[in-house]
């Protein structure tokens, strides 16, 4: 990441994250003095039963599976 900015470098990070299968998506949000420096993320929405992009500003559904 050597010769980013530090927001280049936050999207490559969460890129690099979503590569390596942390998630199905990765969303990052900053604000810096009551102001949004940096939004974004990437991945899949949902994958069954079709797959659906995740759009930056989605709605994560979440819920415990340990619980169910």
Known sequence: MEGK???ES??????EG???GA???IEGWVAHRGRRVFHGGDG????EPEREP?????FFD??????A
């Open 44 to 47: 899949w929405a949902q994958w």
């Open 5 to 7: 900015s530090g927001w």
């Open 10 to 15: 936050l999207g490559a990070l969460l890129e």
């Open 54 to 58: 995740f759009h930056v500003g989605m």
């Open 62 to 67: 979440l819920a415990s599976v340990t619980k």
């Open 23 to 25: 998630a199905p998506a």
């Open 18 to 20: 979503l590569a390596q």
